[in-house]
């Protein structure tokens, strides 16, 4: 069975961080496209960052860029959001999605697989 499970939100002032982390069952991390996007009620899902299977390249939205990091531990089966700088508008639940497919456009592609999702409040 095919699961995505996040972790590490919370409740964090405006400039503290977070790390994210995205964890998988049931399959490799390693060659998946990831992709972080958030969501907050009433606004549309938005792409933040993801990281490419086959290259390991980045992208960010514009928005985060600077403060927030994609990375992999490879070991670990893990794909980690280190998040700084905080803002009250980072303020969301968070989601990690997995595609083994080739995708385009990375941050806004409809991925295959989605966690659960993570809160992160940011106060001010």
């Known amino acids: 069975q095919v699961q995505l499970v996040e972790s590490g939100g919370g409740l964090v002032q405006t400039g503290g961080s977070l790390r994210l982390s995205c964890a998988a069952s049931g399959f490799t991390l390693n060659y998946y496209n990831i992709l972080w996007f958030r969501k907050v009620p009433g606004k549309e899902r938005e792409g933040v960052s993801c990281i490419s299977g086959t290259d390991g390249s980045t992208d960010y939205t514009d928005s985060v860029k600077d403060r927030f990091t994609i990375y992999r531990d490879s070991a670990k089966n893990l794909v980690y959001l280190q998040m700084n700088s905080l803002k009250p508008e980072d303020t969301a639940v968070y989601y990690c999605?997995?595609?083994?497919?080739?995708?385009?456009?990375?941050?806004?592609?409809?991925?295959?697989?989605w966690g659960q999702g993570t809160q992160v409040t940011v106060s001010s």
């Open positions: 999605a997995a595609d083994p497919r080739p995708v385009t456009r990375c941050l806004s592609w409809n991925y295959r697989y």
